[in-house]
Structures are given as structure tokens and as C-alpha cells.
């Protein structure tokens, strides 16, 4: 299902000529490749789909909220990418494993993370991320691309441990460019390996537009190195859904990797470090608003009549209980004193480590003194 690529110089950018299945005004739209693999589903998965979305985004306002009233040390905002998120994650199997990038919290959530496991890590705590094996997922990875290739390496034990697994690694658009992603399809191209490689082009790279790593769609790469690709509408739930089962289903008949670019947009900053409006223009945040992913999906479900505003009460109280514990985690997290960091480093006394030790500790001091 290798999307048609059109020779031009905007192409990177070209948001019309991809695969959907819902517009943005949330009328049902015909996609021959799509609708077959979204055939049957039912009203509780759509409902389903439509709940995950908005407690990924309540959890993503109160991850903003934290850091800025300083209790955590960062975070990714994820707005405005809800859609690829829950509709990729709601496609894979329990035992499928993936691999994150940091800013997948709407992943992170769908896959059963408990509140806490949401907001730790960005504190820096000792033993803060999920246990990879509780949810089949690896921890977010800060380092842009690496899980590419982690993803990769996984799904070639897969094989050899003769299951039907298959691994996915979730990447942004800058990742593109980085060796560890390319290195990745030769990998899994050469081997055939069970991984899935959905890339969130979300137009920006921190400040780098998207146009200035890619002159056409990032999805005509992947064919390059032998891997089927499509290019799909990154704010429609129910065309990423569709597209990921599909490569799921590639991937599990032992057809190889397939990879994914979902088009969709970053509402909000880089990180919370990030002021976005020195690189890109209100307008052009104005017309990705139009293009909601939430509001697209409640529009259709409210012309089919599955959809009422009790349930949406439900759905906000379910997101506020979710985010009291996110913010419960972090207001009573108990930070250990800076030195233990050097702690349990080594099995054995070390004696670099004593001298780090004595350093750091004097270091310290300097601020007691100061004040």
C-alpha cells in the first residue's frame, strides 16, 4: 500500500492528497486501501477512541501545568496529536512491544500507565518509569531515533524466537534525518523483521520546519530502502487506526517492516523550554486548529448519535481522576538528597567514585555557604 509520491517542492507539506477516512468537519469519507481495515468496528471502540484521545490531552495540560508551577523538569506537550497516538497504540496487540519517543503520552496512557509513571521520570526520581515488561513497552526515549533501533533489534528476536510479535518505534519528523532511523530500515529491511516505524511529522524539528529536512513526503524514503509506506492524515483516529492495522498485518505475516507518516501538527511548544512563537506564525497554528483531531472524531460520533453529552461528562470525569493522581504522584514524591545520585553506581567500592563523591559534595556546600 506504497502511497503515490507527486514530484514537487511543497510536497512535505502537502496535507491534501492524503489518506483519510474522516474530513475535518467529521464526515465519513471513502478510502480504498483504508476501509476495509476498519470494517465492523463497533460503537464502543469508536466511544473507546474518543475517551483515550480526550484523557491524553487533559493529561497533557496537567504535565504543562506541573512544570510550570515547578514540580517537574520538563515536559513534551502533545497536543494536536492525540489522533496518531490512540489510533496507532489501539491497533496493537497486549504482547506487541513499543518503543516511544518522549513525547507519546497518549501511547504511554492506552498501553495502561498508571498516573504516576506519566510525570515521574520528568522529576528525575530514582526508579521512576513503568516496568517496561508490565505494558510491553520500552521507556521514553529522550535520545532522537535510538528507539528505532531498539525497536528493530526487538522484532529480530521476535523472529528468532519464531512468535508473531511485532515491535513499533515511534519518531518524529527530525528524527528522519538521523542516522539511527535510516540505519534501522536497512536493518529490518535486510532481515524482514517484524517492526512497524510510525513517524508523527508533526512540521517541526524544535525550530527547523519540516520543509527544510524533507522536499517531498517523508514516507517516499521508506520504499527506498525496500519497506511499503503510507502517508496518512496524522489528525484523523480512525485513518490511523486503519493504517496500522494494516502494517500490524504485514508485519505479522512476515512481510517485513512497513512504515508510516502521519501528518498531523504540534499545537503546543517543543518542550516546555520551547517558546514557538519565535519560529512560527498564529496564523498558521490557526488553521492546524481547524483540523482538531478531538473534535473531528466527536463530530462524526454526534451525527451517528453515538455520542452524548452524559458521556462526555463521564469522559471529563474519568481525565480529571486521571490527572489527580498525576499530580498526587507529584506533589508527594520525596526527592532523595543530590549526592545519593552516586549511589549503588558500582557493585564494589570505587575509588573515581569517592573522588566524585568529595567533589560533588564540596560543590554543594558552595550553595549553603552562598546563602
Known sequence: MTHTLTPAADQATDIDDLARLLTPDGER??????DRWIEGIDADTLRGLYRDMAIARRADAEGIALQRQGQLGLWAPAQGQEAVQIGTARACRDDDFLFPSYREVGVVITRGAKPADTVMAWRG??????DPYDLNMAGMQIIIGAQSLHATGYAMGIQRDGGDQVAVAYFGDGATSQGDVNEAMVFSSSFRSPVVFVCSNNQWAISEPVTVQAKFPIAGRA???GIPSLRVDGNDVLACLAA????LDNARRGRG??????VTYRMGPHTTSDDPTRYRSKDEVESWKRRDPITRLEAYLRAQELLDDDFVAQVQADADRYTAGMREA???AVTRAPLTVLDNVYAEPHRGLDEQ??????????????S
Do not use: H, K, N
Request: charged share 25%.
Open 29 to 34: 469519507i471513502s478510502d480504498p486501501d483504508l
Open 223 to 225: 520504499p527506498g530502502f
Open 244 to 247: 496500522m492495522r494494516w502494517a
Open 125 to 130: 526520581e530514582e526508579l521512576s518509569t513503568y
Open 330 to 332: 507529584a506533589l508527594g
Open 357 to 370: 563523591r568529595t567533589r560533588f559534595a564540596a560543590y554543594l556546600d558552595g550553595f549553603e555557604a552562598a
Open 257 to 262: 517492516p512497513v512504515f508510516i507518516e502521519a
